[in-house]
């Protein structure tokens, strides 16, 4: 699939067909999962990311073609653009995402590590959201005994929390700076 077919270990992420909608981000080249590409009995179809494909040669023909993926050949069907990566919880980076192959109803309980997004209108209420994912919750609760249990989380708040610090001190140096700046021009005005 390329110049460079020396073996790399790398990350693979099962996503559902709607995780890029969600996310509102699409392939750069080709597209990502149809709905008829989820289950036991889908197609052996990739998405790569950007760092991927560069690896491979950067070859913008790859969508359609078949690439080696453990002793397994993938059609690739998409390139995401360059500096997304969606690795849930896990600080290692995604080299590609595969289809949910897994039938979720028929698995067997505490199989599997799941994640969800839900994408909730703008203006809706914290409050309501977590009532819809407690709904959701009970049915899982019936299934799974001993869990941690399902939880509405702000995205782009769990984003932010952990560098807000940072955040607020490059904000303040900012300030700090067109203060000095200010004073400096104030000065040499008079």
Do not use: C
Request: aromatic content about 4%.
């Amino acid at each position: 699939a390329g110049a460079n077919t020396d073996a790399r270990r790398m990350v693979g992420l099962s996503v559902s067909p709607e995780l890029f909608n969600v996310l509102r981000v699409r392939p750069v080249l080709g597209r990502g999962f149809r709905p008829e590409e989820t289950g036991p009995a889908s197609p052996d179809v990739v998405v790569l990311s950007d760092s991927l494909w560069r690896h491979l040669g950067a070859d913008a023909a790859i969508v359609g073609r078949q690439i080696m993926l453990g002793a397994k050949p993938f059609t690739v069907i998409g390139v995401m653009p360059p500096g997304f990566d969606f690795s849930g919880s896990d600080p290692v980076a995604v080299d590609a995402y595969l289809p949910l192959y897994d039938d979720l109803p028929v698995q067997p309980p505490l199989v599997g590590d799941w994640m969800a997004l839900i994408r909730a209108r703008h203006g809706t209420p914290p409050s309501l959201v977590q009532s819809a994912v407690d709904r959701i919750s009970a049915g899982v609760d019936a299934r799974v005994k001993n869990r941690r249990g399902l939880r509405a989380v702000n995205l782009q708040a769990d984003i932010v929390t952990p560098i807000r610090p940072a955040l607020i001190a490059l904000s303040v140096a900012a300030i700090g700076l067109v203060l000095v700046l200010t004073v400096n021009l104030a000065s040499l005005l008079l």
